[in-house]
C-alpha cells in the first residue's frame, strides 16, 4: 500500500472512479451517464430525501435513528430509502453486530458533484469499537495523519494488545500506532465528537445522537492482510471526505 490512500473519487489514476466516470460526449455512455445524474439529482429534490443525505453525510445510521432524528414514520421512510437506493445514493446492509438490525449508509462517489456538506470536528475524535485492537486504533491514526488533529481511541471490551495484523496494515500504510496500547472507554472522557466503528460497540453503547457511526467490517474477523487494508481504506475515504 505505502501510504493511506486518498480515496477520493478524482483520486484514481485515470481522474475517476469506474461507475462515476465521464463518458465522452455524445456517446451512449454520456446519455446514460447524463439520465444517471439526473435521476440523483431528481431524487435529492425532494426535502426529506435531501435530509435523509444531510443526516448520513458524516455517520451511518439505522432506519430507527434516521426515522427519529426526523420525525418520519417508519414506512413514509422506507419509502424515501428505496429512492435514495434506486438512484444509487445509499446502501443497506446488516449488522455485524446484532444481525437483526440494518444500517444506511451514503454511496460517496454518487455524490461527489452534487454539494453535500461534510462537517470537520475541530476538538479532538475519540473513536470505539469492541476490542480496541484493530479499527479504532487505526481510525485514530489515520485522523492524526490526514487532518492534524487530535485523536484517541478506547474499547468497550478491550484486547491486551493491539493486533498484529493492524500493526503491519498501518506500517503498509505510512500510519503511526507507536506504542499503541488498547484501553477501556471512559465515557467521561473528553471529546468533541465520539465515533464508534463498529457496530458491536455501537448498540452495546446506544450512543448519543451527537455521536457518529461507522459501520467498518472487523478485519480481525477475517485475519487476513488484505482485510486489514480495507479497513484502513474504508476510514480513510470517510477521512477525507471531510476534508475534500
Not at 22 to 34: D, K, L, N, Y
Not at 151 to 173: D, F, I, M, Q
Not at 197 to 207: G, I, K, N, S, T
Request: proline share 8%; net charge negative.
Amino acid at each position: 500500500m505505502g501510504t493511506v490512500r486518498d480515496e477520493r473519487p478524482d483520486s484514481r489514476p485515470d481522474g475517476d472512479s469506474h461507475e462515476e466516470r465521464t463518458p465522452t460526449e455524445g456517446t451512449v455512455g454520456a446519455i446514460r451517464h447524463r439520465l444517471l445524474r439526473a435521476e440523483r439529482h431528481a431524487a435529492l429534490g425532494d426535502p426529506l430525501r435531501l435530509a435523509i443525505v444531510d443526516d448520513l453525510a458524516a455517520t451511518d445510521r439505522s432506519p430507527t435513528e434516521i426515522a427519529g432524528r426526523l420525525d418520519v414514520p417508519s414506512n413514509l421512510l422506507a419509502h424515501h430509502l428505496d429512492v435514495l437506493a434506486a438512484a444509487g445514493l445509499i446502501e443497506r446492509f446488516t449488522s455485524s453486530g446484532d444481525r437483526r438490525r440494518r444500517y444506511v449508509r451514503l454511496v460517496r462517489p454518487a455524490l461527489c458533484d452534487l454539494g453535500v456538506a461534510l462537517p470537520l470536528p475541530a476538538g479532538r475524535v475519540l473513536f470505539v469499537c469492541t476490542h480496541n485492537s484493530a479499527r479504532s486504533q487505526l481510525a485514530a491514526a489515520i485522523w492524526r495523519t490526514v487532518t492534524g488533529g487530535e485523536s484517541g481511541s478506547a474499547g468497550t471490551h478491550p484486547a491486551p494488545r493491539v493486533h498484529p495484523g493492524a500493526s503491519e496494515a498501518a506500517r503498509r500504510a505510512g500510519l503511526d500506532l507507536g506504542s499503541a496500547k488498547p484501553r477501556a472507554f471512559d465515557p467521561d472522557e473528553p471529546a468533541e465528537l465520539t465515533v464508534t466503528v463498529c457496530d458491536r460497540a455501537h448498540e452495546e453503547l446506544a450512543p448519543g445522537d451527537d455521536w457518529w457511526h461507522w459501520s467498518v467490517p472487523d478485519p480481525v474477523e477475517v485475519g487476513t492482510p488484505a482485510a486489514f487494508d480495507d479497513a484502513i481504506d474504508d476510514i480513510g475515504a470517510r477521512v477525507h471526505a471531510l476534508v475534500r
